[in-house]
């Protein structure tokens, strides 16, 4: 199926706008593919605080952990690395049902800056459930090295989401990223994600089946990118939809990482 990108805002992608009260505790979560610097940016910013623990109800580990930036204090996730959110594996599958029913304040997507045209299949697909993204563009040191240039304001303007360059490893950029962690989770600025747009009869079958779906899903639940995983046969998402039908599977996943942080 071609593939082309359609603004989903106005002509300023990123736009500024009245801040919201912060949570108690933001939610940032780390998502990304394997090998990235996940890890390595967790610590970073954690001071290697981390732990890791047991999702309810799942098998697959993740590392929580803690930092503050502007007197606040940040619960950080760092997700399962995945190529996608497709549910094919159980570490997609927890990744995808985070990022879908945990309600992040913000999703910082950890990108390779050798790799980006691979990377950013799952960028697209995250800002395909959530406009609260940040793409960390990593390995920026690696991309030097090798004599590739990268224009992340241009990413950032094509996206419609902050995009900012950081070399994990050597400490690099993370003022940068937590900036704009902060204003995305407050809503100082609104990310206005591009999204693709597949073929008409698609598009309009998502759309009427979207309304039709509308009345069983969770609030905050995405109708759009619900309605085009069941057009594709994905049927694992009404399992997780039923799993996650109030909002006390997020104050849990709160509560939980609130507890592990501590
Ligand atoms: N040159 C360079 N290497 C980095 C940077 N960040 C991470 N690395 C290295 O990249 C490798 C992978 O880093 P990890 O932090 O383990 O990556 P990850 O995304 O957590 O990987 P998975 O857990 O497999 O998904 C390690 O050898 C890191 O030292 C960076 O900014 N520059
Ligand atoms: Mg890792």
Same mark, same amino acid.
């Given at each position: @199926? ?99 029913? %945990? ?23 995250? @800002? ?11 390995? @920026? ?29 050597? %400490? ?91």
């Amino acid at each position: @199926m071609g593939l082309t990108f359609l603004s989903s805002g106005s002509n300023a992608p990123i736009k500024p706008s009245r801040p919201k009260p912060l949570p108690r505790r933001p939610l940032i979560a780390l998502a990304g593919n394997p090998n990235t610097g996940k890890s390595t940016l967790f610590n970073a910013l954690t001071g290697l605080r981390q732990h890791t623990g047991n999702w309810p109800g799942k098998t697959v580990l993740k590392a929580t952990g803690t930092y503050y930036y502007r007197d606040k204090k940040f619960l950080l996730v760092d997700l399962p690395g995945t190529y996608s959110l497709l549910a094919k594996s159980a570490d997609e599958e927890v990744a995808r049902d985070f990022i879908c029913f %945990g309600h992040p304040d913000a999703i910082v997507v950890v990108t390779d800056a050798t790799s980006l045209e691979r990377n950013l299949n799952l960028v697209l697909q995250v @800002m395909e459930i959530s406009p609260q993204v940040v793409v960390c563009v990593n390995l @920026m040191d690696e991309a030097r090295r090798r004599k590739m240039r990268v224009d992340v304001e241009a990413l950032s303007r094509e996206l419609g989401v902050p995009c900012i360059p950081t070399a994990a490893r050597n %400490g690099v950029g993370l003022e940068e990223l937590k900036e704009a962690i902060y204003n995305v989770a407050t809503g100082k600025i609104t990310p206005s994600p591009r999204l693709v747009t597949y073929a008409p009869e698609v598009e309009q079958a998502a759309a009427e089946l979207a309304a039709q779906i509308r009345p069983y899903l969770p609030r905050r639940v995405n109708h759009r990118w619900v309605a085009l995983r069941l057009l594709e046969g994905d049927y694992s998402i009404v399992e997780a939809i039923c799993g996650h039908q109030d909002e006390e599977s997020e104050k849990a996943a709160r509560r939980e990482v609130a507890a592990w942080a501590r």
